[in-house]
């Protein structure tokens, strides 16, 4: 676990930060992904994790269906915190579209990774196989951290983390 996130939004260092990227919200109305989708919010929603979102998600989900900001709406009762845009975290976007880890076209996916990446989050969760959950790509996300001092990304889907959660004592802080 990551001990400086956690202190740096005041929360207890035992909890796991969480970045929480868009596709996570409609997974939990995908009937492939629903199940999984909504126990990792559950986890989330008993206090055990630090769920963290951005200014990005928030603009991404404005013209998603109700149903998708009822959930937003439950989770910022939760002890979210809101990351906000900053100049660090679109320096570290835009060097991550100039080394090519993504195209101009995937550039908020490139600033979901920069959010977390700026605010040290343990984890990133995401059902986006192709520009996040995929090893190329962070790999991709990794060398350039590297090189700007930043640490490496762990992006998981929410069922990974929620295996992970059950195989460790995590649950039961």
């Not at 999984?36 to 206090?47: E, H, P, Q, V, Y």
């Not at 109700?66 to 937003?72: A, K, W």
């Not at 939760?78 to 195209?103: C, I, K, N, Q």
Request: glycine share 4%; charged share 25%; net charge negative.
């Amino acid at each position: 676990m990551n001990a400086a996130c956690a202190p740096a939004f005041g929360v207890d260092v035992k909890k796991l930060c969480v970045y929480i990227d868009t596709s996570v919200f409609g997974g939990c109305f995908d009937e492939e992904f629903e199940a999984n989708s909504k126990d990792f919010f559950a986890i989330l929603m008993s206090g055990l994790a630090v769920p963290l979102i951005s200014d990005t998600l928030v603009a991404e989900l404005t013209n998603a269906p109700e149903h998708v900001q009822e959930l937003l709406a439950e989770l910022l009762l939760h002890d979210t915190v809101r990351l906000e845009l900053s100049e660090e975290t679109l320096e570290l976007r835009d060097a991550y579209l100039t080394a090519g880890v993504l195209s101009l076209r995937w550039s908020d996916d490139a600033l979901h990774v920069a959010h977390a990446t700026v605010a040290r989050a343990d984890v990133i969760v995401s059902w986006n196989f192709k520009h996040l959950v995929n090893p190329v790509r962070i790999r991709g996300f990794d060398d350039v951290n590297q090189v700007r001092g930043y640490q490496p990304v762990i992006i998981m889907t929410p069922a990974d983390l929620v295996k992970t959660w059950g195989a460790t004592d995590e649950c039961d802080a």
